[in-house]
């Protein structure tokens, strides 16, 4: 994110905030998860690929009787996504879709086998998701955005770890989307997170927490 919170601005080009640097360091830490989860905002504004980018990590991970691309998960209310995305279109490994009981139906029918469509019942809930995923063996998902999602996880308790990434300029505009949404957090002065390091990639800081249990 920028300094000031944001994590694009609002133009229709997409900013990179990040350097080639802290690129190749999240593609590793892509390489040490079993799945990847973006929100349906972000498949649709982004077209993101979700794949390994290094060849030497996929490597890594067929050695180890991993398949060489994380499975790829998403979230949606609406049901609203292309089958031509690059999420369905690239790499060999599994795509999940949760959807709620209202949207699921037909959303398989224009998928048509491009992903398995999960009916997460009505309404979706994190807690449905996390746990069909623990029953198909993830256990480590990466959570890489949008702000939505962000939200979603950091106000349900669901965060094990937040690998912050902070860009050396600011955005300044209200109208851009920022890394977490207005949602209710509780307690959240009474409960801060734990800094437990900071690494500097170029101009870019890396700051990584680990969940709070209260003030001491």
């Given at each position: 994110?920028?300094?000031?919170?944001?994590i694009d601005?609002?133009?229709?080009?997409r900013?990179?905030l990040?350097?080639?640097a802290?690129f190749?360091?999240v593609?590793a830490?892509r390489?040490?998860c079993?799945a990847?989860?973006?929100?349906a905002?972000?498949?649709?504004?982004?077209?993101?690929?979700?794949?390994i980018r290094?060849?030497?990590?996929r490597?890594?991970?067929?050695?180890?009787?991993?398949?060489?691309?994380?499975?790829?998960v998403?979230?949606?209310?609406?049901g609203?996504?292309d089958?031509?995305a690059r999420?369905f279109?690239?790499?060999?490994?599994?795509k999940l879709?949760?959807?709620p009981?209202?949207?699921?139906?037909g959303?398989a029918?224009?998928l048509?086998?491009?992903?398995?469509?999960v009916?997460?019942?009505d309404?979706l809930?994190l807690?449905?998701?996390?746990g069909?995923?623990?029953?198909?063996?993830?256990?480590r998902?990466?959570?890489?955005?949008?702000?939505g999602?962000?939200?979603?996880?950091l106000?349900?308790?669901?965060?094990?770890?937040?690998?912050l990434v902070?860009?050396?300029f600011?955005?300044?505009?209200?109208?851009a989307?920022?890394?977490?949404?207005?949602?209710?957090?509780?307690?959240?002065p009474d409960?801060p997170?734990?800094?437990?390091?900071?690494?500097?990639?170029g101009?870019l800081a890396?700051?990584r927490?680990?969940?709070?249990?209260g003030?001491?």
């Amino acid at each position: 994110m920028s300094v000031d919170g944001y994590i694009d601005d609002a133009t229709p080009e997409r900013l990179r905030l990040s350097s080639p640097a802290d690129f190749d360091r999240v593609d590793a830490v892509r390489a040490g998860c079993d799945a990847i989860l973006v929100g349906a905002g972000t498949v649709r504004a982004d077209d993101p690929r979700l794949l390994i980018r290094s060849p030497a990590r996929r490597e890594k991970r067929a050695a180890r009787g991993l398949p060489p691309d994380l499975t790829k998960v998403t979230l949606t209310w609406s049901g609203d996504l292309d089958p031509d995305a690059r999420f369905f279109t690239t790499g060999g490994s599994p795509k999940l879709v949760y959807a709620p009981t209202g949207a699921a139906g037909g959303l398989a029918v224009r998928l048509d086998g491009r992903a398995e469509v999960v009916d997460a019942g009505d309404p979706l809930t994190l807690g449905t998701v996390l746990g069909d995923l623990a029953a198909r063996g993830v256990r480590r998902l990466m959570v890489e955005g949008g702000g939505g999602i962000h939200t979603l996880f950091l106000t349900s308790g669901m965060v094990d770890e937040l690998q912050l990434v902070v860009a050396p300029f600011f955005i300044g505009d209200p109208s851009a989307p920022r890394f977490v949404g207005s949602g209710v957090f509780p307690q959240a002065p009474d409960r801060p997170m734990r800094l437990e390091e900071i690494t500097r990639i170029g101009n870019l800081a890396l700051l990584r927490f680990l969940p709070g249990t209260g003030r001491g």
